[in-house]
């Protein structure tokens, strides 16, 4: 064997082995890429330039104020004004509750783009609610943590900041557009499936929302939805950046929690702002490390061999795609979403782009594999945290949620063989 070719077995070998001794991702990354620099004769200093090459985006920096955003939001009480916004729009229907849960979750992952956030706060209010009127505890949990998924996909999600990263820049804004029509068959997929579930099993309507209240329920409802529409609006207008509309949207999130509502008192500005920084220091020490181990993987021509293995299975860019969507979603199951994001980019984009599949395309499909892999044993964080807020076990809670996983399945093969689906927007931006 040639010299490349044992460089390859190293890496991809110890990089098993360390995820096999649990090993915290970032780490293993690390550790595999200086094996194998020390294995190649290359010098050490090319890790920690690599790394720091990898944080020197100015895109990066909107990650932090939307993950900032989404805690402030999250702790100001703002979920229960979007649930009730949700009641009122689709409360009325068989089985309301999870239509309200589904509707909601799509709502609050607008805001806050994390999956695992909005199942934090979306559920601690709807998985309580569900069980007092009547709904299984494990069916609570299934549906909210299947409906959580669409905030990785709907914009402002920070997952597709990370992906433009590794694409090597994709435009953010396209991604953003991409992202609006497959969350809202999402959206669709989901209460469908459980209007058909509350039909099977007798599950009522919510309890309307008074007519006094109407009123003060958009209002608020539509409060809470504004730091969305001020990092939506400011990026597809033109007028700011990413990182500029994170930062407006911060700052008024923070004045409708701390000052106008008043739900959280200002001495746990000091909780959020920690959480925040952990949360950013394991993005940014990961987004460094998969820099150094994207690196290493083009040094040795990995995503090349990927292509040519691919093509040599098939020149069927449906064959391909199918095989690419299996692969993924078992890379899902074991891997955390960011690291799969950093790590599978630059080995699968040179495969779909070698057909002809937009990257903005693929950002899409990708985001939306590892989003499912949140909530399938035995790594699944969402399940975790859904079962854990429900409390009931994780074989309970995953097959509650496995109707919602199949309805999830189908959306994903509308949007990967529909590119008409995913692309609409971002072509009529590009106008």
Known sequence: MDTNTIAIIILISSFILLILLRFPIALTLIISSLVTVIYLGVPWAVIGQQMTQ?????????IPFFILTGQIMSEGGLAHRIVNLARLLVGRVRG???????????????????????????????????????????????VTIASAIQGVVVPPSHNLVL?????????????????????????????????????????QKAEPVPKAEIGSVLLHGILSLSPAVI????????????????????????????????????????KILI?????????FFLIAASAAFGWILAYLQVPAMVTDLFLSVSDNPLVILLIINILLLLLGAPMDMAPMILIMTPILLPVVTSFGMDPVHFGIVLILNAGIGLITPPVGTVLFVGCA???????QGTKAMLPFFYALLIVLLIITYIPEVVMWLPNMLAK
């Open 54 to 62: 990898g944080m020197n985006s100015f895109s990066l920096l909107a």
């Open 96 to 142: 309301g509750l999870a239509m309200v849960n589904s509707v909601a979750s799509l709502f609050f992952g607008n805001i806050s783009g994390s999956a695992v956030a909005d199942v934090s706060s979306v559920g601690s209010v709807m998985i309580p609610m569900m069980k007092k009127q009547g709904y299984e505890a494990d069916y609570s949990v299934g």
């Open 163 to 203: 992906y433009s990263l590794a694409a090597g820049g994709v435009s953010i804004a396209s991604l953003f557009m991409a992202g609006i029509v497959p969350g809202v068959i999402m959206l669709i997929a989901l209460m469908t499936t459980a209007y058909i579930i509350a039909r099977k099993r007798g599950y």
């Open 231 to 270: 990092i939506l609006g400011g990026i597809l207008s033109g007028w700011f950046t990413a990182t500029e509309s994170g930062a407006l949207a911060c700052l008024y999130s923070f004045i409708l929690a701390f000052g106008i509502y008043r739900d959280a008192p200002l001495r746990s500005l000091g």
């Open 275 to 283: 959480r925040t920084l952990r949360t950013v220091s394991m993005v």
């Open 389 to 395: 807020i429900g409390k009931v076990s994780i074989q």
